[in-house]
């Protein structure tokens, strides 16, 4: 929905500056509101004359009001009716203003109009780089036309108007929620009034902001600019920083190709500036998950009550899966059960298709990090537990999202679940903080199993598993041996029969529920 432009009306294709008569004018005025056609359907157009053209009335207010509280002009003074009429410059100032007076006030009458047309020098110089009324081109028309810069907050809706969401819902979402912070930092302005430095004290900003400045903004009623001047407990960390600054590095990019004829400056960037908060890179990495971390959450009552209650099982499933797979929970929740969980028909492995190319649910658009297909054999304790069970109920249903009872956010498959694992995490007492050290999410099942496989006895090796690309050696037990191997994530196309040889020998030693069905 696009953002209502004060002062401005369409009526049919044409739109009109509008603006009401003060109460205490009517009279003098002799209308409520005052009209004017700008001749125009483009609303880059003529969002600058409707604002500019208010600022004249109500400075004329100011003047009117001025008038009938002096001595000379009160009484019947300027008790006739004003007829506005106001023409513009090609500046977007005020050039001239017809009133209809009586003759014994056609003095306080012609005054009131010097007034005004002296009154725009504020407004040129506001607008230096426009031409003055003493510089009239011969085309009018085409110096209006010129003189129509846009604001920065109508970049910012073209930009979030013209983003492909659904492909990319998850820079989507934080697109969302970087362009509020910047749309109030910098504010409405013309983009030639913009400077380079507003983009860098942005970033100098945003290291001491909270954590979650958008709550506290709502909660306690402050700008961006006031959070900033506060002392706060967590302060908003270098990764989050370098979300803010791609975000923004984005939207530059999409203004100098769209708006530079509009006169968007070219040379703005975000290139060169640092993260200058006390938070240092990586503290926000989550850990594995320690044998008895695992058993609190596998072996606890809150999983017990998951088993034992079918209308929980994808409370049950998605940390398992997660247990077993290593797998980012928005890859989990976005699996289709029609496509995406198969049974390979030459060794009999069953596996995880995590891909973009299956056909997604309606309510969800697919995303893998990676972007390259995955397919993660399904390991024994799954299929011991029921987990393929569980698919065929849901398949019969005609479901195209493994978990039908987390709703999506934004095209995100993973958006409530996610929500539901850190406050599953905060019951158990299993989150922790600790910089560098942390537990605040699915993904600490990647370094769990990663781990729990190297430091078993014999130590197995299992990035081909989560597709990291990283280099491993792979020893011991593992089906693929020799001296040294060098693996990058699923590039070197490990065989599905081999990946789940080696992922059934993942012993975490722990008591699995088995849940009801």
């Known amino acids: 929905m696009s953002r209502q432009i004060p002062y401005l009306q369409r009526r049919g294709d044409t739109l009109f500056f509008r603006i009401g008569v003060p109460s205490d004018l009517r009279a003098r005025i002799g209308a409520r509101e005052i009209t004017k056609t700008l001749r125009t359907a483009d609303r880059r157009t003529a969002t600058p004359l409707a604002l500019l053209w208010a600022a004249k009335a109500k400075q004329t207010f100011n003047e009117l009001r001025g008038r009938m509280s002096t001595r000379e002009d009160s009484g019947d003074e300027l008790k006739a009716r004003l007829m506005f009429e106001m023409d513009l410059h090609e500046s977007g100032a005020l050039k001239s203003l017809k009133v209809q007076a009586e003759p014994h006030e056609e003095a306080a009458a012609k005054a009131l109009i010097q007034t005004a047309i002296d009154s725009h020098a504020q407004a040129r110089q506001r607008y230096s780089t426009l031409p003055t009324h003493r510089q009239l081109p011969e085309n009018p028309t085409a110096a209006l036309a010129s003189a129509a810069v846009p604001t920065f907050h109508q970049v910012i809706d ?79 960390g270098p990764a989050a920083f370098k979300i803010h600054q791609g975000c923004v590095r984005q939207l530059l990019v999409y203004a100098v190709i769209n708006w530079q004829d509009e006169k968007f400056p070219t040379t703005f960037t975000v290139d060169g500036i640092k993260y200058k908060g006390d938070r240092e890179k990586g503290e926000e990495k989550q850990r594995a998950l320690s044998l008895g971390e695992l058993r609190r959450m596998f072996e606890g009552p809150e999983m017990k009550s998951f088993a034992d209650d079918p209308a929980l099982a994808h409370q049950f499933w998605l940390p398992h899966i997660g247990l077993f797979t290593g797998a980012r929970v928005n890859e989990i929740c976005q699996l289709n059960p029609q496509t995406d969980i198969l049974k390979d028909l030459e060794t009999g492995i069953n596996y995880f298709l995590i891909t973009e190319e299956t056909e ?57 679940a996610q929500l539901w694992f850190d406050q599953f995490l905060r ?46 050696t792979l020893t011991g037990q593992a089906p693929i041996t020799g001296a040294a191997l060098t693996y990058y994530g699923e590039s070197l196309t490990v065989p599905l029969d081999q990946k789940a040889a080696l992922l059934n020998q993942l012993d975490y030693g722990l008591n699995f529920f088995t849940p009801k069905h």
């Open 158 to 236: 073209g930009f979030l108007k013209d983003y492909d969401g659904t492909k990319h819902p998850s820079m989507y979402v934080k697109l969302k929620a970087t362009m509020p912070m910047l749309r109030e930092f910098i504010g409405d302005i013309p983009v030639t009034s913009m400077k380079q430095k507003q983009i860098v004290d942005f970033f100098n900003m945003l290291p001491r902001l909270p954590d979650d400045w958008k709550h506290q903004s709502k909660r306690l009623k402050k700008t961006l600019r006031q959070l900033a001047e506060q002392e706060h407990p967590k302060k908003l």
């Open 360 to 416: 997604a649910d309606s309510e969800t658009t697919k995303s893998v990090k990676t972007g390259r297909t995955l397919k993660v054999p399904m390991h024994k304790q799954l299929l011991e537990l029921g987990f393929l069970e569980y698919v065929e109920r849901v398949k019969a249903t005609g479901a195209k999202r493994i978990f039908q009872k987390w709703r999506p956010i934004a095209k995100r498959a993973a958006g409530n």
């Open 427 to 472: 019951e158990t007492g299993l989150r922790d903080e600790t910089p560098f050290l942390m537990i605040t999410g699915m993904h600490c099942f990647r370094d769990t199993l990663s781990e729990r496989g190297a430091t078993q006895g014999p130590p197995i090796y299992l990035t081909c598993i989560t597709g990291h690309v990283q280099k491993q």
